[in-house]
């Protein structure tokens, strides 16, 4: 990742898409970057880990995942200036340029655990789930 400022944020979003293009969010996290508080690339790259929130999802047949990548998530999260300004005085708001790269040099990934098809979680008659193994 990249910005043109040196006090920024970037913000993801998991969603699990439905066929018919409905996009229900599962999750999300935000990364407040301050100036040195990440090592910068001679390219002004940033390699960046954020951590979502936990969640658990079952993605169905014909959906599909989408990863929302922003630089802010106001009022979700305390809107960031830009400035590195103290956010109880902050009064200047400048915009930031985001890029995400994906190639050889700057490669980006997600990480899914998956739950071991070992474990059934099948909903009963009654809305609760079994948890059993199968063999």
């Known amino acids: 990742m990249r910005s043109s400022l040196r006090h920024t944020d970037f913000f993801v979003r998991l969603c699990d ?3 018919n293009g409905h ?3 599962l999750c999300d996290g935000l990364l407040r970057v301050r ?3 990440v090592q910068q690339h001679a390219d002004g790259t940033l390699c960046l880990e954020l951590e979502l929130s936990p969640t658990a999802n079952t993605f169905l047949a014909g959906h599909r995942i989408r990863l929302q990548v922003s630089s802010g998530a106001h009022p ?3 809107r960031n200036t830009g400035t590195g300004e103290s ?3 902050q009064h200047t708001l400048v ?3 985001q890029e995400i790269f994906h190639d050889p040099e700057h490669p ?3 990480s899914l655990p998956i739950l071991d098809h070992a474990v059934s979680a099948a909903p009963t008659r009654r809305g609760r789930r079994n ?3 199968t063999s």
């Open 17 to 19: 898409v439905a066929s």
């Open 23 to 25: 996009s229900i969010n």
């Open 35 to 37: 100036a040195g508080s």
């Open 76 to 78: 979700r999260f305390a």
């Open 87 to 89: 956010q109880a005085t």
């Open 95 to 97: 915009a930031a340029d």
């Open 108 to 110: 980006s990934t997600i």
């Open 131 to 133: 948890r059993h193994a």
